[in-house]
């Protein structure tokens, strides 16, 4: 399973995230703690927003704990959304395409989790994707194909509905093929404006994610595992969405279906200050 972290707020570094903390994701990318295994040394990347609509990309094949440019980067670079990931292999070969964040538009996304079966369910999967789109994986793995999916089912104007009906979809193609439909889900996505997060499994064996503010004025972090101990970091529960705007935090019920997911709000920001725990009602 691989590691990662992203951040809305006010600019940060990002070595904030990925270099710094005690627990930083580049530590995560050779020591993670909250993972089947403790090592993601099957490359990285960072899509960082700035000026322009689109985000700005960094990947490669190395493991993060042994790229110096890395680092270099991170201390130097400031933005006010970013997504950084550090990549266990669960499917695909080790090369650059392979590597999270994927791009497209102005749209990021990185994801933490895997489709039962996939071999035997990615051509149908594929065929659901228009010229563009298909002309636009590049990589091997379920998670660019979840994304390019999720583009095609309406990420650009309903963002969780797009990606509720998308998992949604493959249980269902999963059963229709005699497969087993499972999915695990655990994924950051942007549009340059808000951050979004999903935790969602058909097992309901999600592989983790927290939050916590960060940053002046109302920034906030989403992670795969807590960057430190000094931190109050609230676990979102399996089965939830998650929206960092202008507002701050706000947390909903998911589930894949058919249809969009109702917008239901169940938690907003302002509970997730320190010393807080996040209840879902």
Known sequence: MCRWAAYRGEPLYLEELVSSPAHS??????????????????????AWYGDRPEPGRYRDILPAWSDCNLKSIARQIRSRLFLAHVRAATGGGTRRDNCHPFVFGRWAFMHNGQIGDFEHLRRPMENMLDDELYAA??????????????????????????VADVLGFVERLAGQLGRRGLVRFTAAFSNGEELFAVRYASDRKAPTLYAAPMGPQGGYCLVSEPLNDDTAWAEIPDGSAVIVGENGV????????????QNRPVANSLP???GSDLELT
């Open 137 to 162: 994986r590049t990589g091997t793995t379920d998670s660019e194909l979840l994304f390019l999916l999720a583009l095609q089912f309406g990420l650009e104007s309903n963002p969780l509905g797009a």
């Open 25 to 46: 994701l580049i530590e995560q990318s050779h020591c993670a703690t909250r993972a089947k295994t403790a090592t993601n040394g099957d490359g990285f990347g960072i």
């Open 250 to 261: 706000d947390v909903r019920l998911f589930g894949a279906t058919d249809a969009p997911v």
């Open 272 to 274: 997730l200050a320190a």
